[in-house]
T-cell receptor
Framework: NAGVTQTPKFRVLKTGQSMTLLCAQD?????MYWYRQDPGMGLRLIHY???????AKGEVPDGYNVSRLKKQNFLLGLESAAPSQTSVYFC??????????FGPGTRLTVT | LAKTTQPISMDSYEGQEVNITCSHN???????ITWYQQFPSQGPRFIIQ???TKVTNEVASLFIPADRKSSTLSLPRVSLSDTAVYYC?????????????FGKGTRLHILP
């Protein structure tokens, strides 16, 4: 199993540009999450999903949208990137218990 | 959601036992306590989970007193590779609409 994978690993955007981050998991997990982590900080929950076709807001959802059209994929979109969205983005999934499995992260810089 | 409080940082030496305490005064009856470890440039990974008393696995032990208002993660004989951020989480293990919120964690630095 590949576990949780994230695409891309690195990206540089200009202010106002849009992009989509892809998270994929091959463990048949129901729950999926997107977090952001700023330097020296803990993880902050952006959006999450408890199943295919469902999404919900986390702690810091503004400026982001998500979709869960397939159970194995969770997409995070930035419609108009801002420098404040420069961060490392982590995706995670889990199946029922509190143990989350995390991806390797996507490092995004917005100039 | 039960809020947790941990020390911001800790230093220790190789070979020592390290104990990191987490306070969660408003833990709910059905909440479990979970600890994660995060190495630089990596996503967090699960270490241990418990509900009460003591849980031990190959990596760590988790001590939870009877009132469950705090918990202690114990790492035996640490090495340089245990330098990481450790997060304490409190929440339900089996529930829909399960937001899992991380705090700032404890930055553990192991010295030679």
């Amino acid at each position: 199993n590949a576990g949780v994978t994230q695409t891309p690993k690195f990206r540089v955007l200009k202010t106002g540009q849009s992009m989509t981050l892809l998270c994929a998991q091959d463990m048949n997990h129901e729950y999926m999450y997107w977090y952001r982590q700023d330097p020296g900080m803990g993880l902050r929950l952006i959006h999450y999903s408890v199943g295919e076709g469902t999404t919900a807001k986390g702690e810091v959802p503004d400026g982001y949208n998500v979709s869960r059209l397939k159970k194995q994929n969770f997409l995070l979109g930035l419609e108009s990137a801002a420098p404040s969205q420069t961060s490392v983005y982590f995706c995670a999934s889990k199946k029922g218990t509190n143990e989350q499995y995390f991806g390797p992260g996507t490092r995004l810089t917005v100039t | 959601l039960a809020k947790t409080t941990q020390p911001i940082s800790m230093d220790s030496y190789e070979g020592q036992e390290v104990n990191i305490t987490c306070s969660h005064n408003n833990i709910a009856t059905n909440d479990y306590i979970t600890w994660y470890q995060q190495f630089p440039s990596q996503g967090p990974r699960f270490i241990i989970q418990g509900y009460k008393t003591k849980v031990t696995n190959e990596v760590a032990s988790l001590f939870i007193p009877a009132d469950r208002k705090s918990s202690t993660l114990s790492l035996p004989r640490v090495s340089l590779s245990d330098t990481a951020v450790y997060y304490c989480l409190v929440g339900l293990p089996m529930n829909r609409d399960d937001k899992i919120i991380f705090g700032k964690g404890t930055r553990l630095h192991i010295l030679p």
